[in-house]
C-alpha cells in the first residue's frame, strides 16, 4: 500500500484565495482525519470521518474551514478566504475504526499565506 | 474532554544514556496509548503503543509503562543514539464507543549528543 497520500505537498497562496487540501487514505481505513501542525499549539485534531461521516468537527476554527469525504478513498479540507494564521502543516491520517490501531499520517501540506 | 499533558517539553541527553518522557491524560475512560516520534519536516510516525489491559510493552529499545490509576504513562528509552533525536508525542485514544479519536500531548523533543 502506498499509505496516505496527501496533495499537495506545499502550497503558497495570497490572503483571501480559496485554498484545497487533499488526502487519499489507506485503502480498507475507515477513520480519517485531519490535524493541523503549529509550533505555538503543535498537533490540533480539527475534524474526523468514521465511514465517511463527519463525526467530530469541534476542532475546525472558523466557518472558513470546511472539510468532506464524499467516498472512503478521498477527503478535502478546504479554507476560504485564507489568512496568514492559517500557515501550518496539515495532516491527514487514518486507520481503522475499531481495534484502536495506530493512526497512520500522510507527508502533510505544508501552506503558507501570504 | 480528555486532555494529555507531556513533560519534559525538551530533553538533551548523552549517547548511551537513558532517556524518559511522561504523559498524564485525564479521561478515565481512555484506554488506548500510542507513541510517536516525529524526525525535522517529516510526519509522526507509530513507534510502539500500550493497551489499558498491559502494564508494560518493550520493543528492543524502546518500552512503554502504563499506570491507569495514576492515569499516567511513560516512553522509556534505553542506550540512546543520535538517530533517536526527534520530537515524540504520546496520545491517548478518548474513546467512546467506537470513536477511536486520538488526542496528542505537546511533544518532547529529544537531542541525543554524540
Known amino acids: 500500500d502506498a499509505g496516505v497520500i496527501q496533495s499537495p505537498r506545499h502550497e503558497v497562496t495570497e490572503m483571501g484565495q480559496e485554498v484545497t487540501l487533499r488526502c487519499k487514505p489507506i485503502?480498507?481505513?475507515?477513520?480519517l482525519f485531519w490535524y493541523r501542525q503549529t509550533m505555538m499549539r503543535g498537533l490540533e485534531l480539527l475534524i474526523y470521518?468514521?465511514?465517511?461521516?463527519?463525526?467530530?468537527d469541534s476542532g475546525m476554527p472558523e466557518d472558513r474551514f470546511s472539510a468532506k469525504m464524499p467516498n472512503a478513498s478521498f477527503s478535502t479540507l478546504k479554507i476560504q478566504p485564507s489568512e496568514p494564521r492559517d500557515s501550518a502543516v496539515y495532516f491527514c491520517?487514518?486507520?481503522?475504526?475499531?481495534?484502536?490501531?495506530?493512526?497512520?499520517f500522510g507527508s502533510g501540506t505544508r501552506l503558507t499565506v501570504v | 474532554g480528555e486532555n494529555v499533558e507531556q513533560h519534559p517539553s525538551t530533553l538533551s541527553v548523552q549517547e548511551g544514556d537513558s532517556a524518559v518522557i511522561k504523559c498524564t491524560y485525564s479521561?478515565?475512560?481512555?484506554?488506548?496509548f500510542p507513541w510517536y516520534k516525529q524526525e525535522l519536516g517529516k510526519r509522526p510516525q507509530l513507534i510502539i503503543d500500550?493497551?489499558?489491559?498491559?502494564g508494560e510493552k518493550k520493543d528492543q529499545r524502546i518500552a512503554v509503562t502504563l499506570n491507569k490509576t495514576a492515569k499516567h504513562f511513560s516512553l522509556h528509552i534505553t542506550e540512546t543514539q543520535p538517530e533517536d533525536s526527534a520530537v515524540y508525542f504520546c496520545?491517548?485514544?478518548?474513546?467512546?464507543?467506537?470513536?477511536?479519536?486520538?488526542?496528542f500531548g505537546q511533544g518532547t523533543t529529544l537531542q541525543v549528543k554524540p
Open positions: 479521561d478515565s475512560a481512555s484506554n488506548y
Open positions: 496520545a491517548a485514544s478518548g474513546y467512546t464507543g467506537n470513536t477511536g479519536k486520538l488526542i
Open positions: 500500550i493497551r489499558s489491559n498491559v
Open positions: 485503502s480498507g481505513h475507515n477513520s
Open positions: 491520517a487514518s486507520s481503522y475504526l475499531r481495534g484502536q490501531s495506530g493512526y497512520t
Open positions: 470521518f468514521n465511514n465517511n461521516v463527519p463525526i467530530d
